[in-house]
């Protein structure tokens, strides 16, 4: 089997990449590498600096599998792995900032990430400013002489704004600042953020990648220019995955793009079934041709995943329990990305400091998962029913 994979289509990679069955006697899937103590054959071998594993949390054949896989996907320099997203967010954000830079993260991000840009980061010296996710190329209005870095996602957690993300790279990088993005709702599936211009590319592995709701792990992959100072920086915090989890994220990988293809279209039919609903103001998706950042979508996506926001219209939050708390199919829960289905009700007016949000009613967030989907919607009727009291 050949390992050039620079030819294939996405769908091939998530098959082909990281593996070398000829190198492990035949077997299709890498080896689970145990380790932490890896033995040389003589001092000389041991102090050279040319072996190529020398410690378990350095690297071993099992994470090599899995960065090699991502940087096939995502066009990346090289890539790290870290034991949940939010720790990936970390590393990212710690390998291009120090005491007394400033930093510009959209008003959408994950509310953890916000957590750790005002708690740690801020603790470190470094300051932490919030933009409109509708900013686009005005992000240069307000970058300061020291804004070192800007972190978009799109479309925003909860709120699911788009982004202008070739045009705030474009900005961001006229003025030498290195931008992080949060990519887990679309995966590099759908979405390319180092060939828009992104140099470190995030993805909470715990959702799409892994896919079955068993698993935490993050993954950063860097850009040429970015790289370098992203490995030195997970090296010296210490971050290593065990080695089971990496086979499962491995083996969630080969099937992604199925699974992705079908959380799409059914995420794509609830969503035009909530849009006719009477109870529903808005659908927040962006692949529908109502959202407001569909031609953005448009533009640079290449799919849309299962993960989508209803705004209801003013409704007592009793009634809105009643629907939730009753879902057979539906479970309440945080995190997304498995094969089942879930929802949540959020309300990002609690956290947002650079932009109010502006709702008809209570927002609801559902992920949608792999059941049949005249299920869930039976599911979703029953709801409204209870809604309805
Ligand atoms: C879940 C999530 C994360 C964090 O991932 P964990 O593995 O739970 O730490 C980061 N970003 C987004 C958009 C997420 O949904």
Known sequence: MSSKTSDQRPDTLLVTAGRHPHENHGFVNPPVIHASTVLFETVDAMTSKGA???????????????????????????????????????????????????????????????????????????????????????IGSVMRGKTRAVFVEAPGSQTFEMQDVPAITAAAKARGATVLMDNTWATPLFFKPLAHGVDLSIQAGTKYIVGHSDVMLGTVSASEGAWKALKATHGAMGQAVGPDDIYLALRGLRTMGVR??????????????????????????????????????????????????????????????????????????????????????????????????QAEGPLVRFHIGLEDVEDLLADLAAGFDRLAG
């Not at 690297?59 to 939010?86: F, H, R």
């Not at 005491?99 to 470190?124: E, F, I, K, N, W």
């Not at 992705?260 to 079934?273: D, G, P």
């Not at 007592?316 to 009643?322: F, I, Q």
């Open 260 to 357: 992705l293809a079908r959380h799409q279209e059914s995420a794509l039919k609830v969503a035009r079934w909530l849009e006719g609903r009477p109870e529903v103001a808005r659908v927040l998706y962006p692949a529908l041709e109502s959202d407001p950042g569909h031609a953005l979508w448009r533009r640079d996506f290449s799919g849309a995943s299962g993960l989508l926001g209803v705004v209801l219209h003013d409704v007592a939050m009793e009634r809105v329990k009643a629907m939730l708390d009753g879902l057979a199919l539906f479970g309440l829960g945080y995190s997304w990305g498995g094969f089942e289905s879930l929802a949540i009700h959020a309300d990002p007016r609690g956290y947002r400091t650079a932009t109010t949000w």
């Open 52 to 138: 190529r594993y020398t410690y378990g949390r350095r690297g071993t054949p099992t994470s090599e599998a899995l960065e090699e896989a991502l940087d096939a996907l995502e066009g990346s320099a090289g890539s790290v792995l870290a034991p949940s997203g939010l720790g990936a967010i970390s590393i990212a954000l710690l390998s291009c900032l120090s005491a007394g830079d400033h930093l510009l993260v959209t008003d959408s991000v994950y509310q953890p990430t916000r957590h750790l840009c005002d708690t740690v980061l801020s603790r470190l010296g470094i300051e932490t400013s919030y933009f409109d996710p509708l900013i686009g190329a005005d």
